[in-house]
């Protein structure tokens, strides 16, 4: 558990996700939950960031969206349980909604999960209010269960903290900032828009740090503000650096003084503070500086606009195939295409074609399993070693950050290919994970469609 540790941080990931969802799955099972495999998910979704304090950032919106999707859920279970049409149509503006405010950079993923457990709820629930009420019970259950496991798993073996994260975007913002000062003071400022992008990236980053839970980071914790007034001070160069009316009036000294106290205050952070401060304060009044601003969402309004667009014509075209076509496992077609209009359009449209080539080859690995290896299992013992085994590779191969969709896919794929034999009482029929492969297919040729179609949009 040390940093010495001959294990690599790859390998370490990929044990604790393993642990963690075999785990939960167990635990689950022990409980007699039905639903094990949603307990598994929240742990690979909650596993799925940059640092624990991400990973509880992103777990409390997983529940925050829970909770809406299952609240909505009800709404309209409890007003229209008899009038589709407006169901639906209430559903497609819910659904619209939580897709627009998808890219918030906060709270983005409370409203992705929202929709996409809105659709669950009222997909499943069969419009029974009893089997509604159980469901979303049951949900809240497996998706606690998996926070808890994950959390536990994660604090106790190889923790990580989120200040090693900071300090190490911390680095190269100062080396950049320290560049451009350099050509300053020898007068050959030159727009550098690549540059200039990284660093307000880093910036951006640093700041998202600062405004997450910061447990087990002690030291970020204590001296989180002081570290708030150095991302201010050097964000406030950046400005007096980059703005063509600044850069001409700024007086040099002033610029090497406010650089001299930041790299102080960056040795020595309880002790610069308030000199770096009253630096800020100087400049902002001396030169009427505009503060830089960072949107709350990660894209323009108009991307934002595209992306309901994509997603309600998905959902139409969706429900226009379910309604007139007689698709095998038509049953879990509206439930389907209205987590995939969710998700899909949140997707940068180049991973398209990989997600596609994934889900082919992730099928039939699994498939395989679980017609030639898990008939086979008499204990849980063997169950849960199926399952760390397959995790741990999984999220091992693919461990390059270029992969990040195919970890989260092949695991999320393992669940759902073998979640009928965590039932209950086992089963081993080939129909439900042929049935969903079908409406699977079936949604992304859907979805497919209109991404290309409007991919200038």
């Known amino acids: 558990m040390m940093e010495g540790s001959i294990i690599s941080r790859s390998t370490q990931d990929s044990i604790k996700v393993a642990l963690a969802l075999t785990i939960s799955v167990v635990l689950a099972i022990w409980f007699g939950w039905e639903k094990p495999y949603w307990a598994a998910i929240t742990v690979i979704v909650a596993a799925a960031n940059e640092t624990y304090s991400h990973s509880v950032r992103k777990a409390r919106n997983r529940l925050l969206g829970t909770v809406l999707g299952i609240s909505f859920a009800m709404i309209l279970l409890m007003y229209f349980p008899q009038d589709h049409a407006l169901f639906i149509s209430f559903y497609a503006i819910f659904l619209c909604f939580c897709v627009y405010m998808a890219s918030h950079k906060k709270y983005g993923y409370v409203f992705t999960m929202g929709a996409t457990v809105c659709a669950l709820i009222a997909g499943m629930g069969s419009f029974d209010g009893a089997t509604t009420f159980h469901i979303a019970v049951l949900r809240i259950q497996e998706t606690l269960l998996g926070l808890f496991v994950f959390g536990l798993v994660f604090s106790v073996l190889w923790p990580r903290k989120v200040e090693d994260s900071f300090f190490e975007l911390l680095s190269p913002a100062a080396r950049n900032l320290k560049k451009k000062l350099s050509s300053l003071a020898l007068n050959k400022v030159e727009p550098d828009a690549e540059l200039n992008k990284s660093q307000r990236n880093y910036l951006s980053q640093l700041k998202a740090i600062l405004d997450l839970p910061l447990n087990g980071s002690h030291r970020l914790s204590h001296e989180r503000n002081v570290w708030r007034v150095v991302i201010q001070a050097m964000e406030l160069m950046e400005v007096l650096i980059e703005s063509p009316k600044l850069s001409r009036s700024v007086q040099i000294e002033d610029i090497k003084a406010g650089e001299s106290i930041l790299s102080h ?86 991973l398209f074609g990989q997600m596609v080539m994934g889900i082919l080859v992730w099928a039939a690995i699994f498939l395989a399993q679980y017609v030639l290896i898990m008939p086979a299992f008499t204990e849980i013992w063997q169950l849960a070693l199926f399952y760390f085994i397959n995790v741990f590779l999984v999220w091992r191969v693919t461990a390059q950050p270029s992969l990040a ?33 079908t409406v699977v297919g079936v949604c992304l040729a859907i979805g497919g469609f209109y991404i290309r179609l409007y991919r200038t949009l």
Not at 407 to 432: E, Q
């Open 265 to 350: 205050t960056i040795s020595n952070p309880m002790n610069g503070r308030s000199e770096l401060q009253s630096w800020v304060e100087r400049m902002e009044c001396k030169y009427s500086v505009p503060k830089i601003k960072y949107s709350a969402f990660g894209l323009p309004l108009e991307g934002r606009i595209a992306n309901v667009v994509r997603s309600l014509s998905i959902l139409v075209t969706g429900f226009t195939v379910w309604w007139y076509v007689p698709l095998p496992g038509s049953y879990m077609m509206p439930m389907m295409i209205s987590i995939f209009a969710n998700v899909l359009v949140t997707l940068p449209n180049q």
């Open 405 to 437: 969709l195919q970890r989260v896919m092949g695991v999320n794929f393992l669940m759902v290919m073998t979640m009928s034999a965590l039932y209950l009482t086992p089963s081993y029929s080939l129909t439900i994970p042929i049935t969903m492969l």
